[in-house]
């Protein structure tokens, strides 16, 4: 039987659509909505819908994956993938909660988010992932210009402030109130902190630098505690392992201990503080501040103290206490030390720091102070009537515990 075939089109069944598939998918990545590109290739908007978000999750297809251009590459990722904002398209649509589509990528919560808030449509507020995967490419690109350099009002308005000595913290909360309208004038402290920094970027001068508290034009490097090498050879006990007598302040005999440094770091004088009476003892080094220099000092101070004021000495993980072993060895009075960058676990020692720094200034040379002048110093401040000990002196409070 002979067919004719007539001047129209017949219905031909399913036709692969491979070759449009893969041209959908690079309009997607230049950004065209689903509409646009599917009017481009003349394909109906719910293929393209399904190529881009994977079958509807219903009927034969549940559960089907979605249609990617190429297989994402083998490992982890630091940055999200195009088939991670797939993943994450998919769940939106079955209305999965941020947590949950996180633990499913094995990413932070945060990052799912940010995601979400970054690359979502600016007009409707929907979260296309191929369009999402093309503004991550278009912002990714490095180097860029930052936003300082970028706005000239902006980095005449900090150079401004700098040569004030404001810090870039105030700076950025008078961007805020100066311009709440307008987000191109708004910048984050770190941002200032960059750009004054780092080497290359010429965004501001770096001799602006100079107006910070600090004065330095680079950023100091900072190790991590648990980083940090073993600073003794005598294993050090911390200050977690204290009794809890000496953390609550309820019985007497717990000293804090510190050196204050003084000119170039060539001399130093020690200061020992008891924690419940607040009682100010202070260390003569004429000869310096060595371990062996202050070990000795410690021991003639405590040896002069009766026992039941000597329970233990807390004190930072200054290098001057390499010698914490053999003190302990010949006073028998335990040393704890206190974590990396705390100075808060020896409070009362801190702040009478302050204090002894209004008769022996910053900058000036400590070696001069005679053991007299320190004793004399140490009277004075034991002498002041202190707010946390109901206005007793710490001589007093001392004088009660000795007689009692």
Not at 33 to 60: D, F, K, M, V
Not at 163 to 191: D, G, N, Y
Not at 333 to 353: I, L, M
Request: hydrophobic share 35%; proline share 8%; aromatic share 6%.
């Amino acid at each position: 039987m002979d067919f004719k075939i007539r001047n129209r089109s017949l219905k031909q069944g399913r036709r692969p659509l491979s070759e449009e598939r893969g041209l959908y998918l690079r309009l997607m990545r230049q950004g065209l909505t689903n509409a646009e590109a599917c009017r481009t290739l003349g394909i109906n908007p719910r293929t393209g819908r399904r190529w881009r978000n994977g079958r509807a999750p219903s009927g034969r297809s549940a559960g089907a994956p979605p249609i990617t251009a190429a297989p994402p590459p083998p490992g982890p990722s630091r940055y999200l993938r195009e088939s991670d904002r797939i993943h994450i398209a998919d769940r939106l649509r079955e209305g999965a909660t941020v947590r949950a589509i996180a633990a499913e990528l094995g990413r932070s919560p945060s990052t799912v988010s940010r995601e979400i808030r970054r690359n979502r449509h600016p007009g409707n507020g929907r979260y296309r992932p191929h369009a999402a995967q093309a503004r991550a490419d278009a912002r990714r690109p490095r180097p860029k210009p930052g936003k300082i350099g970028r706005t000239p009002e902006l980095r005449d308005f900090i150079q401004d402030r700098l040569t004030k000595r404001w810090s870039p913290e105030q700076i950025c909360q008078a961007l805020r109130t100066q311009f709440p309208q307008r987000p191109e004038m708004r910048v984050v402290h770190e941002t200032i902190y960059q750009a004054l920094y780092l080497q290359g970027r010429g965004e501001l001068r770096r001799e602006l630098a100079r107006a910070l508290r600090t004065g330095r034009a680079r950023r100091r490097p900072r190790r991590q505690a648990r980083q940090r090498t073993p600073r003794f050879s005598t294993p050090m006990v911390m200050i977690s392992d204290r009794p809890a007598e000496a953390a609550d302040r309820a019985l007497p005999g717990h000293w804090e201990g510190d050196l204050i440094i003084g000119k170039g770091g060539a001399s130093a004088i020690g200061t020992l503080v008891e924690r419940a009476t607040r009682y100010v003892m202070l260390l003569h080094l004429p000869g310096g501040r060595t371990a062996e220099h202050v070990r000795d000092a410690l021991v003639e101070t405590a040896r002069t103290l009766p026992a039941h004021l000597v329970r233990s000495l807390t004190w930072d993980q200054g290098a001057e206490m390499a010698a914490h072993g053999s003190f302990t060895l010949a006073t028998d009075v335990p040393v704890y030390f206190c974590d990396p960058a705390s100075p808060w676990q020896r409070g009362s020692n801190e702040n009478t720091n302050g204090l002894l720094r209004q008769y022996f200034p910053k900058g000036t040379d400590l070696a001069v102070h005679t053991r007299e002048h320190l004793d004399a110093v140490a009277a004075e401040l034991n002498g002041r009537p202190r707010k946390t000990l109901g206005w007793q002196t710490p001589a007093e409070r001392l004088h009660k515990l000795l007689t009692a």
